[in-house]
Each structure stands twice: as C-alpha cells, then as structure tokens.
C-alpha cells in the first residue's frame, strides 16, 4: 500500500488486490499496452479521493462517496523481464516476443500447471509484499529517482520437468503509469522486495 499527493487537492492511494487467478478463478480481466494483451489475477488499483475531505473524514456527516474522486487501474504499460511491451499469448505454441515470463518458459511456451485463463492471456499471480517507495527518500539524490509501487508475484505452480523462469518482481512507475518485471524470484511465498540505501 502506498499514499501521496496526485496534486494539492487530492491524496491517491495505491493498493493491490491480491488473487490466485486460475489457481481457484478467474478475476476481471485487464487490458495493457493497447496492444490487445490481457490480465486476469491481481490488480494494482489507485483511490483519489478530495485531499480537504478525507483530512476531516471522521467528523463528516455525509458518505464517503462524497471525498472519491476516482479511481482504477495503476499502469497501462506493461513490460516483460525482456524489456518487451507484454503481448497477446500464442495459443498453439510459444509467445516469442512480448511472454509474460512468470507464465512461460524461457522460449515462451506457457507452463503454468492448472492452464492457461480462459478470460486473458495472462496471470497475474498473487501480489504479496507492496510499498511505495518515495523519490530521494534519504535525502536529496539518494535513492529512487520517482515515485515507485514495489511488488512481487508469489505462489505458483508449473507443469512438472518445464524450464519456467519463475516469477516476477515488478516495479511501477506511478507518474507514467507503466509496470517493469525487473527480476525473477522463486516459485513460493514469502518473498519481499524493498529499496534498501547501502
């Protein structure tokens, strides 16, 4: 989870929803990339609510639905461990270019042990660890250059004996709205990702 001033007048706040996917069902899936390329499982959502509202929310005779003003999906752009944009996933044999690579082996070919969604291209699987992490958070030109959301896919199984590259760690670009799998972990839970200032 993670909050910050969009402007002066509204506080945003980033969550995940985190979801098994195929593993028990399919979520609503996700369209990224305007390339057609599809989600389902977990969801980087954003709340922006009206910053003067929210700060005297406790003492407000009204609903809350009075301080929303909007909300949705975090990125729009998805890239891949490959530095592709995530594309559509072949249907009748590897994805060459654009696999989203916590599904696939390296050469593409999804091996995911319960199957492929029916509703997307895509699993996102279960989200677990998130923050944001601020700009320069130690000080002037330490640290991150932007505003990131941090999180790590957990939990998966894949077909026994298959090459699977494992599942992603994703860093956001909250500003651009734009999602990088920056690396590849193990297959089970528990994992964390943080910045750290060595």
């Known amino acids: ?6 402007d002066d007048d509204t506080l945003r706040i980033i ?4 979801s098994y ?15 057609g390329a599809s989600f389902t499982g977990s ?13 005297d929310f406790m003492t407000h005779g009204g609903p809350a ?3 929303v003003k909007g909300f949705g999906q975090v990125a729009k752009t998805y890239y891949n461990l490959a530095g592709e944009l995530v594309g559509k996933r072949s249907r009748h044999g590897p994805t060459t270019y654009g696999a989203h ?8 070919n999804y091996v995911v042990a319960r199957g ?4 997307a291209d895509w699993l996102m699987q279960s989200l677990c660890s998130a923050h944001l992490e601020e700009a320069h958070q130690w000080g002037e030109g330490i640290g991150l250059e932007d505003d990131i959301y941090i999180t790590n896919e957990e939990w998966i199984r894949y077909v026994p004996g298959s090459e699977f590259v494992g599942i992603s760690m994703h860093a956001i670009d909250l500003k651009n ?5 920056v690396g590849s972990v193990t297959v089970s839970g528990w994992e964390k990702i943080v910045e750290i200032n060595p």
């Open 15 to 18: 969550v995940q929803s985190e």
């Open 177 to 181: 709205e734009v999602d990088y799998a």
């Open 116 to 119: 492929a969604p029916t509703e």
């Open 65 to 67: 639905s009075d301080m």
């Open 43 to 55: 969801h980087v959502h954003y709340a922006d609510f009206d910053r003067e509202l929210f700060a």
């Open 21 to 35: 996917g195929p593993l028990l069902y399919e979520t609503y899936p996700y369209y990224v990339n305007r390339n």
């Open 1 to 6: 989870m993670g909050a910050y001033l969009k």
């Open 101 to 108: 690579f916590s599904n696939t082996d390296a050469e593409g």
